[in-house]
């Protein structure tokens, strides 16, 4: 049943791999109840060293919330770029 008295939420744009630290995020935004898109980013091929990756991170796990502006995004991952 749709509740049209709610907000849609866009979905979080969760890049991981199937580490510890992979899936600490997934566990995180599952018990948040919020809807995310898991976008897998394979470590093991360094696929984190892709172009694209980098210029959100270079580190697994990062997310995207589409409702935050993007000039106050940060990666989750300590390493990584803010
Ligand atoms: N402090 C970060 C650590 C993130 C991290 O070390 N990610 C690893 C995988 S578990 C990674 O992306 N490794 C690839 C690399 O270092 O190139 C966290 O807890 O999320």
Sequence with gaps: MIDNDQEPHVAIELYAYS???GRK???ALEEMELPYKVHVVDITKGEQYDPAFLKMNN?????????VPA?????CSNRGRS
């Design 19 to 21: 580490t510890p630290n």
């Design 25 to 27: 995020i997934s566990v």
């Design 59 to 67: 580190k697994i796990p990062a997310i995207v919330d589409p409702d």
């Design 71 to 75: 000039t106050r995004r940060s990666a």
